[in-house]
């Protein structure tokens, strides 16, 4: 089993900045990737960032510049770091890691989500 323990969501003005985090533990032996999702309400989730294996990242083209992903792999733990914030950034934020199993496939496992507000 893998658990998913996120922090770091709130209230912010536009233009300010938060930080995500989120720490895995249990059976993390073999994470392929690491991510942050959002959802609002009436969208699906959709992801924000992404980091696989290699190192290599991915960003949804609306928050390219303004969030920074980074991963401690040691910690099993991912960070957002988040500035210039949006009303449009506001949702709630799920942490998400993919871990290839002994059968080969890859499981996915979800946090239980933090609200981020931007308002003014």
């Known amino acids: 089993q893998v658990q998913l323990v996120e922090s770091g969501g709130g209230l912010v003005h536009p233009g300010g900045s938060l930080r995500l985090s989120c720490a895995a533990s249990?059976?993390?032996?073999?994470?392929?990737?690491m991510g942050w999702y959002r959802q609002t309400p009436g969208k699906e989730r959709e992801l924000v960032a992404d980091i696989i294996r290699s190192g290599s990242t991915t960003y949804a083209d609306s928050v390219k510049g303004r969030f920074t992903l980074s991963r401690d792999n040691a910690k099993n733990a991912l960070t957002l770091q988040m500035n210039s914030l949006k009303p449009e950034d506001t949702g709630v934020y799920y942490c998400?890691?993919?871990?290839?199993?002994?059968?080969?496939?890859?499981?996915?496992?979800w946090g239980q989500g933090t609200q981020v507000t931007v308002s003014s």
């Open positions: 998400k890691v993919d871990i290839i199993s002994d059968t080969g496939y890859v499981d996915d496992y």
């Open positions: 249990g059976s993390v032996f073999r994470i392929y990737a």
